[in-house]
């Protein structure tokens, strides 16, 4: 029998997941470069024009999420000859398998790039053993 | 609505190519590329307001540094490079953002005043506004009665 509170508990993380996801608009999928060192992961997602107070970025049961609300550019009255990109909020979310220590996770957002450092937790960190020769 | 979009990236460009072929044959593109058909780096934005031509490329990771911005009567040269990550001793998991030089002409419909030019980088945005040049304004012309 589950304890009332921790299904309660339960029931609101997924809605705050999904209040996320059925925004309208558009979104778009940053790219991102994706590298693993002996020590973390790190993560390079291309978030042009976002508003950096605003970045959004979730780790939760291996699942990373992230999100970057893009600042208003366009005024009214203007007219355009030519487009070739359009303006909208970035999401994007990650499985990630690797063992991750979700509390030291950093992140910095410069020239509309989001860098984000995922130590990897002690334990699986690639140790060295020495061979010792007889 | 998710889409993918990369210039950087060779399917990126495959995209922007099949943009351009219906946007051509749909004849709303006012401004012909200068070149040929090849995959335009990076994608660009223009409109106008009043007497003022604005161009916008979304150029994230670029510093002022990295970008050289030239106007010439009514062309508009774009270059830059993006620099690669740093990073070595690392495995890559993925590689969509793409690096390296960059080399765009645009062709404006009015001649600009070049020392009027701006150009601002915020957020991996650049914005160059260009003025019209005085000539390229319209000019009222007083009808004499006779």
């Known amino acids: ?134 | 609505m998710v889409r993918y979009r990369n210039r950087f990236h060779p399917l990126g460009q495959f995209r922007g190519e099949m943009d351009r072929l219906f946007g051509d044959f749909f004849g709303c593109s006012e401004m012909a590329p200068v070149e040929g058909a090849s995959p335009q780096t990076p994608a660009v934005n223009v409109w106008q307001r009043g007497d003022v031509i604005f161009v916008e490329a979304e150029v994230p990771g670029l510093k002022s540094e990295n970008v050289e911005i030239s106007v010439v009567g009514n062309e508009l040269s774009l270059k830059g490079r993006r620099p690669d990550l740093p990073e070595q001793n690392a495995a890559y998991h993925r590689r969509e953002r793409g690096a390296g030089d960059f080399n765009r002409i645009l062709r404006l419909p009015a001649e600009i005043a070049g020392d009027k030019v701006e150009a601002k980088l915020i957020d991996g945005v650049l914005l160059i506004t260009l003025p019209k040049d005085e000539t390229a304004k319209p000019r009222r012309i007083a009808v004499t009665a006779k």
């Open chain 1, 1 to 134: 029998m589950v304890p009332e509170s921790t299904l309660e508990n339960a029931e609101k993380k997924h809605q705050e997941a999904s209040a996320e996801r059925t925004r309208t608009g558009r979104f778009y999928r940053p790219n991102v470069d994706i590298l693993e060192t002996p020590d973390e992961l790190l993560l390079f997602a291309d978030m042009p024009g976002a508003k950096s107070g605003e970045i959004d970025i979730r780790f939760e049961d291996g699942e990373l999420a992230i999100y970057g609300p893009a600042a208003t550019r366009q005024e009214a009255d203007k007219s355009f000859l030519l487009v070739e990109y359009g303006v909208g909020d970035f999401y994007r979310t990650f499985r990630v398998s690797e063992q991750i220590d979700a509390s030291k996770i950093q992140a910095e957002y410069r020239d509309g790039v989001l860098c984000l450092h995922l130590p990897k937790v002690e334990a699986v960190k690639p140790r060295k053993i020495a061979v010792q020769a007889h």
